[in-house]
């Protein structure tokens, strides 16, 4: 009997110390999560909540008082957020007007919903002359290049832009209608064919990267057509690519704003649930 009773103390004693060292390592990683929460590192704080879990799933108080502390680091993390998309939008804001006021806003109510930033040294209104690239930017920032062609039975659906140290860009084949047009007049054969999104597939980019060199333009399809891109086209199209960049910078911004903001009101009713 006085042995049971020794071996019971025992166990006691072993069960004391292993829930006493639970319920420490979970207490401090919760005091190490408050810390790196006093000192914005917001993400820190948060693999240590998780850690709390994961190493201690008996410590029922730390794990309680952890969860509430979460919704805490949450908030402070996308008011943080706010706080930086707010400072970038201020700070590229008036960038982006000034980019903007070298574009003309075109749009025909009659027959569009939304309207494109065309570049001014190259929305002069003249009729279509000769093969060229021409480009745009939509109200939602999306970049296009329309490959111009005139002249007898080319039909193209794909263009390469290339320098002559061999770098290249491509477009994906144009395949449906669109945007597209194609017909005839006094004997021409006259397209305008617009690549846009993953069918432009870089050829604006790598126009602006070597908006300073040489650069050829060839047309692919039913037969092949090649002539030198103009300074006034290379400079239109690199500007259409700044611009196009900008306005997606800033609108990724502000959707990154907006869903920070929701999760706060998600939190806020949370909470008063």
Request: charged share 25%; proline share 2%; aromatic share 10%.
């Amino acid at each position: 009997m006085r042995n049971f009773f020794k071996n019971s103390i025992v166990i006691l004693f072993v069960v004391l110390l292993a829930c006493g060292a639970k319920d420490d390592g979970a207490r401090r990683r919760l005091d190490s999560a408050r810390r790196f929460y006093a000192n914005k590192e917001y993400l820190q704080a948060k693999q240590e909540i998780d850690s709390i879990k994961i190493l201690y799933p008996k410590a029922f108080d730390q794990i309680r008082a952890s969860l509430v502390f979460l919704d805490t680091v949450r908030r402070a993390e996308n008011e943080q957020i706010i706080a930086g998309c707010d400072s970038l939008i201020a700070l590229h804001t008036p960038a982006l007007d000034e980019i903007k006021s070298r574009f003309s806003f075109q749009r025909n109510k009659e027959y569009q919903e939304t309207g494109s930033y065309i570049p001014k040294e190259s929305a002069t209104g003249g009729g279509i002359t000769g093969a060229m690239l021409r480009s745009g930017v939509g109200e939602d920032g999306i970049l296009y290049i329309e490959s111009v062609f005139v002249g007898p039975k080319q039909k193209h659906n794909r263009i390469e832009v290339s320098a002559k140290d061999g770098s290249f860009a491509r477009s994906l084949a144009v395949n449906d209608d669109g945007l597209n047009y194609r017909f005839s007049n006094m004997g021409k054969e006259y397209e305008i064919i617009r690549f846009a999104g993953k069918s432009e597939n870089g050829i604006a980019r790598f126009v602006f990267t070597n908006s300073n060199a040489p650069l050829t333009v060839t047309l692919e399809g039913q037969g092949k057509y090649t002539y030198s891109l103009s300074q006034t086209a290379k400079s239109s199209i690199s500007g259409s690519f700044r611009l196009s960049t900008m306005m997606l910078q800033l609108d990724s911004l502000k959707t990154a704003k907006e869903k920070a903001e929701y999760r706060i009101y998600y939190l806020d009713n949370k909470k008063g649930r």
